[in-house]
């Protein structure tokens, strides 16, 4: 299984990226799929989930402003990120866990997100 993310880059608070995570050896319809994130110096943090039924989570400090979504046509995850602050500068990874466990056994390399202020 090999999840490569990309997306990120450097924008304005305020502004807007969408960050993408193709899916090869796994089918992003039939697991759970979540993004994370680690600012520098910080651990490793929650950002959002899509479970293979659909349903979806977030942090609540990305509530109303990110989106997780999928295009199984393309077999890819999505995090739109709206409304951008400095605190959610970090690096961006997204991760695949098999339907029915609650754990995460893939994850992809970094997508680099700033934000400036």
């Known amino acids: 299984v090999q999840l490569q993310a990309s997306g990120g880059g450097l924008v304005q608070a305020g502004g807007s990226l969408r960050l993408s995570c193709a899916a090869s050896?796994?089918?992003?319809?039939?697991?759970?799929m979540g993004w994370f994130r680690q600012a520098p110096g910080k651990e490793r943090e929650f950002v959002a989930h899509i479970s293979w039924s659909s349903s979806t989570y977030y942090a609540d400090s990305v509530k109303g402003r990110f989106r997780i979504s999928r295009d199984n046509a393309k077999n890819t995850v999505f995090l739109q990120m709206n409304n951008l602050k400095s605190e959610d500068t970090a690096l961006y990874y997204c991760a695949s866990g098999p339907r029915g466990r609650l754990d995460y056994d893939y994850w992809g390399q970094g997508t680099q997100v700033t934000v400036s202020s």
């Open positions: 050896g796994r089918t992003v319809s039939n697991n759970n």
